[in-house]
């Protein structure tokens, strides 16, 4: 079965810190894309990072750029989104997923058209 499951979210400070990870099953990550998401509440779901399956071009939305970091271990199937610099307008449901590429019009295609989301992590910043 083709899974990515997301887990790291938790309660955090301003300013704090949290790594996520997406963790994917039943197939080699290292071919594909990997794009994070979030939705807040009375939001809707946004494009946050992406990272090419050939490491060498990345995605960030304009409100995370300095403070997150997408990277990728091969070697455990994993992609991780290292948040730094939290502020309350980051509280949100952390999701993964595949996008064909990490383009701006990729990741819009898949935000719009995509159904099949997981349960996503919760990500909650708040003093």
């Known amino acids: 079965q083709v899974q990515l499951v997301e887990s790291g979210g938790g309660l955090v400070q301003p300013g704090g810190s949290l790594r996520l990870s997406c963790a994917a099953s039943g197939f080699t990550l290292d071919y594909y894309a990997i794009g994070w998401f979030r939705q807040a509440p009375g939001k809707e779901r946004e494009g946050v990072s992406c990272l090419n399956s050939n490491t060498r071009n990345t995605y960030y939305a304009d409100s995370v750029k300095g403070r997150f970091t997408i990277s990728r271990d091969n070697a455990k199937n994993t992609v991780y989104l290292q948040m730094s610099s939290l502020k309350p307008e980051d509280t949100a449901v952390y999701y993964c997923?595949?996008?064909?590429?990490?383009?701006?019009?990729?990741?819009?295609?898949?935000?719009?058209?995509?159904?099949?989301w997981g349960q996503g992590t919760q990500v909650t910043v708040s003093s």
């Open positions: 997923a595949a996008p064909p590429s990490c383009t701006v019009q990729a990741m819009n295609i898949m935000k719009a058209t995509r159904t099949s």
